[in-house]
């Protein structure tokens, strides 16, 4: 059973940095991405990453933040720089699990079959 546990979330000033991790169980090969929720919004994909380390990122993060997993694929990272207030939103990993290695990156929410429960990132001026 694919189980997805976020962490990291927290309130920072404008400017600041923040790391979030995703917990990663009962997969072998996956195909990982970060999705965010601001308030009143709908939900919109930040960052992806395959099996390849092949990365792709929202126009609205690059440059900010970097998505990252560990070599046995059992932590998924967000590094988030430069924090902006619109950057406020509830932040959520997601999974697509795969029979071989994933090979695609991708940011559209309806690729993904499982989701964490997400963890709140508030950026304050």
């Known amino acids: 059973q694919v189980q997805l546990v976020e962490s990291g979330g927290d309130s920072v000033q404008v400017g600041g940095s923040l790391r979030l991790s995703c917990s990663v169980s009962g997969i072998k090969y996956s195909c990982m991405a970060w999705f965010r929720q601001p308030p009143g919004k709908e939900r919109e994909g930040v960052a992806s990453i395959n099996d390849y380390g092949q990365t792709s990122f929202a126009d609205s993060v690059k440059g900010r933040f970097t998505i990252s997993k560990d070599k046995a694929k059992t932590t998924l990272y967000l590094q988030m720089d430069s924090l902006k207030p619109e950057d406020t939103a509830m932040y959520y990993c997601?999974?697509?699990?795969?029979?071989?290695?994933?090979?695609?990156?991708?940011?559209?929410?309806?690729?993904?079959?499982?989701w964490g429960q997400g963890t709140q990132v508030t950026v304050s001026s």
């Open positions: 997601a999974t697509k699990p795969t029979v071989y290695p994933c090979s695609l990156i991708s940011i559209v929410d309806g690729e993904y079959n499982n």
